[in-house]
Structure formats: structure tokens, C-alpha cells
T-cell receptor, first 116, second 116 residues
Framework: GAVVSQHPSRVICKSGTSVKIECRSL??????MFWYRQFPKQSLMLMAT?????????EQGVEKDKFLINHASLTLSTLTVTSAHPEDSSFYIC????????????FGDGTRLSIL | DQQVKQNSPSLSVQEGRISILNCDYT??????FLWYKKYPAEGPTFLIS?????DKNEDGRFTVFLNKSAKHLSLHIVPSQPGDSAVYFC???????????????FGKGTHLIIQP
């Protein structure tokens, strides 16, 4: 099956630090990658959609300058949480989809971000 | 406002019996529905999907039923096995006509426990 690798799985850092999370599709070309966030006891919430080679589309309420997304190739997207603060502590998870609207999204294992 | 609702946080079923997981949605623009299975410390794994032009899709032990008039879908697992114990997420999207992938709207999940 399709494999999506996300790294790191867990990050603990000080307030004010910028954190980069990588998402790679290992065995298929991901024309579209998605970034989700999940707070405790809540559902996964879509943050942004990125298509290879173009700017990401952010959901309402998600600060694009806070959450920088780069999708430079068909196998790699990165999410950088800039100047992270304790309220940014959350579970971040990426997914990838190949060409076509009938293709399901395949998820990475997520990143647990804790800002002290 | 929760557009995808899974009203049962947990469900306990005896091994060999049928497991029925329910999901309701409110957005009439949703036309593609998916079920994901999630084990602890792993990302969601795609299980089965259904397009709004169908009312049933079957894959082995898994069948998804869609009732558009009621805005309701269900996942049937029969017979249930111990390895089916996991959290099941219902997700929906309003696909862009003509192709492309869309972000998913998730329910909060149902924890299925299969008892031996």
C-alpha cells in the first residue's frame, strides 16, 4: 500500500523556536499534500492544502506566516511552525494524494509537538 | 460546528459478530466519504470509501452504506476480529469537479473494541 513517512515523530522545544516537520511519499508521486492538526479529544482539522510547485491554500483561521508550507517536489512537503508558542502544542499530521479526485489520502504517523 | 459526527465514542462487539459504526454529516456538498482505521501511535490507514453516486461499497469483510437523504453512512465489519480493535474515523469531502484532491473533514472517531 501507499506509504507516507513523517518526521520527526515527537518534538519538545522552547518557546520561540521554529520547528520543521517533513512529510514524504515513499512509493508514489503526491501531487497534493495536506496538513492537519488535532487537539486533544477533537477531530483532525485541515490546516492547509499544498500542490507541488505552487503556494499552499490555508483554511480559515490558520495563519500562513505562522505555518509555512513548502511542497518543492512530488514526494516532499514541509511544515515549519515559526516562533512556536505553547498554544501551538498539538498533534500535526500530513497526508498525501496522487493525481485524481478518486484517490484516497494516505497519512503519515504524525508529529507530537510540545512547546515549553 | 461539527460537519461530520460520530456520536458513539466507543463500541464493544464480541468476536465473530457484526460491528456497525455510524456517521452523520450535515454538509450537502459532501460527495465522497471515507473510513480510516487508526492504531495508537500510528497515522490513520485508509479502509474503504464510497462516492455519493453509490449507496453501497463492499471490500472483503468491510461494507460501507450511504443514505444520502438521511445524510448518514455506516461501516459494517463482519465477522469482527480482534485485530479490528482500533479507532475508526469517518471522513468526507466535497470534491472539486474535474479532478484534484480535497481536504477531508473528519469525525471525532469511534473506538471499536472486539471482545474475545
Amino acid at each position: 500500500g501507499a506509504v507516507v513517512s513523517q518526521h520527526p515523530s515527537r518534538v519538545i522545544c522552547k518557546s520561540g523556536t521554529s520547528v520543521k516537520i517533513e512529510c514524504r511519499s515513499l512509493d508514489f508521486q503526491a501531487t497534493t499534500m495536506f496538513w492537519y492538526r488535532q487537539f486533544p479529544k477533537q477531530s483532525l482539522m485541515l490546516m492547509a492544502t499544498s500542490n507541488e510547485g505552487s503556494k499552499a491554500t490555508y483554511e480559515q483561521g490558520v495563519e500562513k506566516d505562522k505555518f509555512l508550507i513548502n511542497h518543492a517536489s512530488l514526494t516532499l512537503s514541509t511544515l515549519t511552525v515559526t516562533s512556536a508558542h505553547p498554544e501551538d502544542s498539538s498533534f500535526y499530521i500530513c497526508s498525501a494524494s496522487s493525481q485524481g479526485s478518486n484517490q484516497p489520502q494516505h497519512f503519515g504517523d504524525g508529529t507530537r509537538l510540545s512547546i515549553l | 460546528d461539527q460537519q461530520v459526527k460520530q456520536n458513539s465514542p466507543s463500541l464493544s462487539v464480541q468476536e465473530g459478530r457484526i460491528s456497525i459504526l455510524n456517521c452523520d454529516y450535515t454538509n450537502s456538498m459532501f460527495d465522497y466519504f471515507l473510513w480510516y482505521k487508526k492504531y495508537p501511535a500510528e497515522g490513520p490507514t485508509f479502509l474503504i470509501s464510497i462516492s455519493s453516486i453509490k449507496d453501497k461499497n463492499e471490500d472483503g469483510r468491510f461494507t460501507v452504506f450511504l443514505n444520502k437523504s438521511a445524510k448518514h453512512l455506516s461501516l459494517h465489519i463482519v465477522p469482527s476480529q480482534p485485530g479490528d480493535s482500533a479507532v475508526y474515523f469517518c471522513a468526507a469531502s466535497a470534491r472539486i469537479k474535474g479532478g484534484g484532491a480535497d481536504g477531508l473533514t473528519f469525525g471525532k472517531g469511534t473506538h471499536l473494541i472486539i471482545q474475545p
